[in-house]
């Protein structure tokens, strides 16, 4: 049941977990990509519409579906 809260709550933006790591020390680094895999939505969980020629169109995570890029210069 916890699980399932926490999965919930960081899926609805309510909850943000705050880890502390050490990633020159290699602390903590292991926990936070489990609690990323186990706890975090999953691109499958989302529904992303993208805009291109002045229509939009839904996105999905699909292998063999469409690319969908967005880059930008920093």
């Known amino acids: 049941e916890i699980r399932r809260g926490l999965h919930a709550g960081i899926a609805s933006g309510d909850l943000y977990p705050v880890f502390t ?4 020390k290699t ?8 609690a990323i895999a186990e706890w975090f ?3 499958a969980d ?3 519409m ?3 020629g002045g229509k939009e169109t839904a996105l999905t995570a699909d292998r063999n579906g469409p690319l969908a890029v967005q880059a930008f210069k920093t």
């Open 46 to 48: 989302h529904h992303v």
């Open 41 to 43: 939505p999953t691109p």
């Open 21 to 24: 790591i050490s990633s020159t």
């Open 50 to 52: 993208a805009a291109a």
């Open 27 to 34: 602390v903590g680094v292991a926990r936070l990509l489990d």
